[in-house]
């Protein structure tokens, strides 16, 4: 008995250090690439398109989201900027002061997608980023758009590309991504702002819950 209670506890130990190894394994993983894999950047250096679409996000990050994207449309990346899903008070007057934008854009240059009551029932469905894509499709469809360059924040970039692709329709709705990174400063491992972890935590838990709720089955245009 005290030789099978001497294996039983060795072999509980091996277990346990396995264990152990493995989940340390799985942190380094993340560590090295957990905020990597949310990055997607299809747009390359003189990539153009008709129109440029900034997503919105928190004060702090639709202020740097929208400088990137007027940025892009002063470099003869885009035609009209996009904003698709704002508030029914919000105007580029408005937005231009609140965020102290500099070398603001020409108010005809600019789309701006109301939020509606209609719209409430696919947000608590689907979330924002999904009636996103649904507002800058219906957009790009009125005025004859074929592509657009998506603008979000880097760890957004991959859950906003599940949405968007589900309209992409080639000759008709092409698009391409790029990632703002000014939320950290880009020199530091991603890991050292404990700020910038949780919100790539959270992340993780949207984009697992849109892989399951987006319709991946193409749909129609809406």
């Known amino acids: 008995l005290p030789h099978d209670f001497g294996m039983h506890k060795k072999t509980h130990r091996k277990i346990f250090i396995a264990v152990f190894l493995f989940a340390g394994l799985l942190v380094i993983i993340f560590l090295l690439a957990g905020e990597k894999f949310l990055r997607i950047e299809s747009d390359s250096q003189n990539q153009r398109a008709d129109a440029v679409v900034v997503l919105a996000g928190s004060a702090k990050e639709d202020k740097g989201r929208i400088e990137e994207g007027s940025a ?14 704002r508030h029914s008070a919000i105007d580029w007057p408005w937005a ?26 696919l947000i608590d469905r689907f979330g924002g980023t999904y009636v996103e894509a649904i507002k800058t499709v219906r ?3 009125d ?44 020199k530091q491992p991603w ?25 991946l089955s193409s749909p129609a245009v809406p």
Do not use: C
Request: a positive charge.
């Open 72 to 85: 892009l449309i002063r470099q003869g990346k885009g035609h009209y900027l996009i904003l698709p899903l």
């Open 143 to 186: 005025l004859g758009l074929t592509s657009a360059i998506i603008v979000s924040s880097a760890y957004h970039m991959r859950r906003a590309q599940i949405a968007f692709e589900q309209f992409r329709q080639p000759g008709r709705f092409e698009f391409y991504y790029h990632p703002v990174d000014f939320e950290r400063r880009p």
């Open 139 to 141: 957009i790009m469809r």
């Open 96 to 121: 231009v002061q609140h965020y102290g934008l500099h070398e603001a854009l020409p108010e005809d240059k600019v789309l701006i997608g109301r939020s509606t009551k209609k719209d409430e029932p």
């Open 191 to 215: 890991w050292t702002d404990t700020e910038y972890v949780a919100r790539v935590l959270q992340e993780y838990k949207k984009l697992l819950a849109a892989y399951f709720i987006y319709n």
